[in-house]
T-cell receptor, first 112, second 110 residues
Framework: SQTIHQWPATLVQPVGSPLSLECTVEGTSNPNLYWYRQAAGRGLQLLFYSVGIGQISSEVPQNLSASRPQDRQFILSSKKLLLSDSGFYLC???????????FGAGTRLSVL | QKEVEQDPGPLSVPEGAIVSLNCTYSNSAFQYFMWYRQYSRKGPELLMYTYSSGNKEDGRFTAQVDKSSKYISLFIRDSQPSDSATYLCAQGAGSYQLTFGKGTKLSVIP
């Protein structure tokens, strides 16, 4: 069966520090991968998606970037965090059936 | 007009009640309809999905899609305290973009 792992679960970072969040998927190959941010009262915001190694599409211009160095690995990064980057970050994968996405446990990021 | 409207609640019901959760949408291109359950401080968990119109049942959960009125529903029978969570509807048109509702917070009181 397929599983998705996200870490860390919680992160507290100072303003201006770098960020690296990692997501890996097991039990499937060539998944579509997604990064979302969830803010209270604002729903899920798609940040990036990837249909293959090295292929990244950005939905929202911002302080973040994404990379996909391996088929089942998706990384969310920032060189310098802003206060506004605080939020709940979710990774998701999508298999053969389009639009059916499965989420990881999420990372709660607090930028102070 | 927002693409998806979902009543944020909170919705509080006694244990054993039938719960009805609803979303309305405006994009006629949507073909995939999903319901996610999200417990506090956890990632969303896919409960059910439906392609095009119709009903789908899984245990105590029934999902309905009415494309003519652009209305989707999730019914929970014999609700349990463990059903207390936020429920998100989501729709897709087959591309990479999903459109999510903001979620309805449900509390089932023992």
């Amino acid at each position: 069966s397929q599983t998705i792992h996200q870490w860390p679960a919680t992160l507290v970072q100072p303003v201006g520090s770098p960020l690296s969040l990692e997501c890996t998927v097991e039990g499937t190959s060539n998944p579509n991968l997604y990064w979302y941010r969830q803010a209270a009262g604002r729903g899920l915001q798609l940040l990036f998606y990837s249909v293959g190694i090295g292929q990244i599409s950005s939905e929202v211009p911002q302080n973040l970037s994404a990379s996909r160095p391996q088929d089942r690995q998706f990384i969310l990064s920032s060189k310098k965090l802003l206060l506004s980057d605080s939020g709940f970050y979710l990774c998701a994968w999508e298999g053969v059936t389009k639009n059916i996405q499965y989420f990881g446990a999420g990372t709660r990021l607090s930028v102070l | 007009q927002k693409e998806v409207e979902q009543d944020p609640g909170p919705l509080s019901v006694p244990e054993g009640a039938i719960v009805s959760l609803n979303c309305t949408y405006s994009n006629s291109a949507f073909q995939y309809f999903m319901w996610y359950r999200q417990y506090s401080r956890k990632g969303p968990e896919l409960l059910m999905y439906t392609y095009s119109s119709g009903n789908k049942e899984d245990g105590r959960f029934t999902a309905q899609v009415d494309k003519s009125s652009k209305y989707i529903s999730l019914f929970i029978r014999d609700s349990q305290p463990s059903d207390s969570a936020t429920y998100l509807c989501a729709q897709g048109a087959g591309s990479y973009q999903l459109t999510f509702g903001k979620g309805t917070k449900l509390s089932v009181i023992p």
